[in-house]
């Protein structure tokens, strides 16, 4: 195992190889779950077909998605030499948008996909707007299907061309991007370099990966940890769980759970199973606090210290991103804000200025209202209490998405709070 962690989003537009690739990068790297090699033998010799293919190892994974047996291809782990990645995107998937932007699923880096026979799609343009909103910092695009072109440098040159038009318009530094021509299916510069290519001399896929920079641990924020779940374990008592978003937790730590407004002191804290005495951003964690009982917390609450609360919002100010909406959207309006573990109905009280989203100026003060692909500031009332922070101040706590009619209509980051 390497030492270091990084959680990776892959995205880009549906129909542009993610899950393929996904799967390529789990085979190169041995992290294929053992069950399915094992299934995929047993089938292949019965069939008598001796060795076995990558493209069993994509079938399997496609039927198992299907069943809904998987964990998603989301949250599939795989190893290069020096990170550990997550992979935090589930690739086509109806919630995917909700998943960037909220749950723990705050990515570091991304690839982006881009099909070389079809360029950049509506999708693309979308999921590289929301990864530049969300901090994303580094761009890895992998130009896939290189095979169905025929390995052509001046189709992966084109490609190149329109994506670094897309990435200046949101103000991505194309200095940090770097393109590969890959071909998932086929394994073309994915883990070595392909005959294929001869024209390009960069790096693969896995040797950009290796070679991104380390994340910071935001170790040094104060501690917050979003509740997952509530559970009651006999011996124990009452167990919130969750993953560390930033900071750190002691046994022994006086600790406040918002909004609920009830705390107490970190008896024991538990992970993979077994007791620890500490734990960090990242670590999924069990843990007990003396004289907290089952119905005083509950899952979106999130736990700080006693002594820096998470804060707790009347208001807040906000810069959301519309990206569909079937309609305008006016002051009033009144969806679901998912934000970390929480889900709360908030009211849109004010619109307060419109954004030029290529330039970041302001294009309209008070507009009356905001529409799909118009970037705001907005003022937000939660219709319950909601702990939410400020981007600038805990980024893994200042974003959320905005969902109704079973759709995320609009993404935005937390500017300032106005506390309860």
Known sequence: MSEQHQNLAIIGHVDHGKSTLVGRLLYETGSVPEHVIEQHREEAEEKGKGGFEFAYVMDNLAEERERGVTIDIAHQEF???????????????????????????????????????????????????????????????????????????????????????LLNQVQFQTDDASFIPISAFEGDNIAEASDNTPWYDGVTLLEALNNLPEPEPPTDAPLRLPIQDVYTISGIGTVPVGRIETGVMNTGDDVSFQPSDVGGEVKTIEMHHEEVPKAEPGDNVGFNVRGIGKDDIRRGDVCGPADDPPSVAETFQAQVVVMQHPSVITAGYTPVFHA???????????????????????????????????????????QKPLSIEPSSEIPELGSFAIRDMGQTIAAGKVLSVNEK
């Open 79 to 165: 190893s290069t030499d020096t990170y550990d990645f997550t992979i935090v995107d589930c690739p086509g998937h109806r919630d995917f948008v909700k998943n960037m932007i909220t749950g723990a699923s705050q990515a570091d880096n991304a690839v982006l996909v881009v099909a070389a026979d079809d360029g950049v799609a509506p999708q693309t343009q979308e999921h590289v707007f929301l990864a530049r909103t969300l901090g994303i910092d580094e761009l890895i695009i992998g130009v896939n299907k290189m095979d169905i072109v025929d390995y052509e440098e001046s189709t992966f040159d084109e490609v190149v061309e329109e994506v670094n038009q």
């Open 340 to 382: 970390h573990t929480a889900q709360v109905a908030c009211t849109i009280e004010s619109i307060d200025k419109k954004m030029d989203p290529a330039s970041g100026e302001v294009a309209e003060e008070n507009p009356d209202f905001i529409q799909s692909g118009d970037a705001a500031v907005v003022t937000i009332r939660p």
